[in-house]
């Protein structure tokens, strides 16, 4: 066994380890298991230059929070302005959006676009943040932590969502998995 | 029946189905003929100013949206509200 194998083998090893210790002292204190969600979406770039293009301001209100908007303002001469935003920014938040909800998988009425924020942060990474329908959602589903990837190019973007489930004291909250777990 | 017509000329601008709509029943599945989240948002807008309502946040399901009736059925009970 090369020594590079055998690092890659230890790795794992010990990864797998420290999650089997961390589910067992999960379990001993009641909680249910860990368990990821994913989801993730892409959409066409011209898609949203078209519904910018014929309703304007409307179209960005509805789907965007105000710091969405902020940050998605571009200068008249960037490639993929109109009505001074930039639709490959626009286009990203909104896969990020939809990526989010298949993650929260909402019964009945889908959160309200502005209820899931994509927050830039200062160092120019994103996140999501939640707000009213899609906080309660994620508080039902024992989703404590979210994480969120963008990415755009001139015809198409995209976005992934992972969130981390966390399922909630079983003997207690039977009927009610994770609720009150998301602060 | 001016509202069925006036829905489906929205669908035809703005739902980039996949089938010509005056193919669709009112009972025709919209998402299963080629409209998307995203042009949902665009159907909705466009019935807003088609009718002049205000589509509220608890209408805003995917079920409100996923058939011709449906949607006559949201925008008239809009229109019943006033």
């Known amino acids: 066994m090369s020594s590079a194998r055998y690092e890659v083998d230890s790795a794992a090893t010990l990864a797998s380890r420290l999650l089997d210790g961390v589910e067992e002292r999960r379990s001993q204190a009641g909680f249910g298991p860990t368990q990821l969600r994913v989801g993730m979406d892409v959409i066409a770039v011209r898609e949203v230059a078209r ?120 003997d207690a909250d039977a009927g009610q998995t994770g609720a009150g777990r998301v602060e | 029946m001016i509202v069925d017509e006036t829905i489906r000329q929205v669908l035809s601008e703005h739902a980039r189905l996949v089938v010509d709509v005056s193919t669709l029943d009112d009972r025709a599945d919209l998402f299963a003929a080629g409209m998307t989240s995203h042009s949902s948002v665009n159907v909705m807008l466009a019935l807003e100013d088609a009718f002049d309502i205000e589509f509220s946040e608890e209408m805003l399901k995917k079920a409100t949206f996923e058939s011709i009736g449906a949607i006559r059925r949201a925008v008239q009970e809009m229109q019943a509200r006033g």
Not at chain 1, 102 to 122: D, N
Request: charged share 20%; glycine share 10%; hydrophobic share 45%.
């Open chain 1, 51 to 170: 519904s910018l293009e014929r309703f304007g301001g409307r179209y960005v209100e509805r789907l965007f929070t105000v710091h969405e908007m902020a940050t998605c303002r571009c200068a008249a001469d960037t490639v993929g302005n109109v009505r001074g935003y930039s639709t490959e920014r626009l286009a990203a938040r909104f896969a990020a959006k939809e990526a989010a909800i298949k993650v929260l998988r909402p019964i009945g009425a889908r959160p309200a676009w502005p209820s899931i924020e994509v927050h830039r942060t200062a160092g120019g990474w994103c996140e999501l943040r939640l707000s009213r329908s899609a906080a309660t959602l994620a508080r039902q589903a024992g989703i404590d932590q979210l994480a969120v990837s963008l990415t755009h190019e001139a015809e198409v973007a995209g976005a992934v969502v992972v969130g981390v489930c966390n399922q909630g004291r079983m």
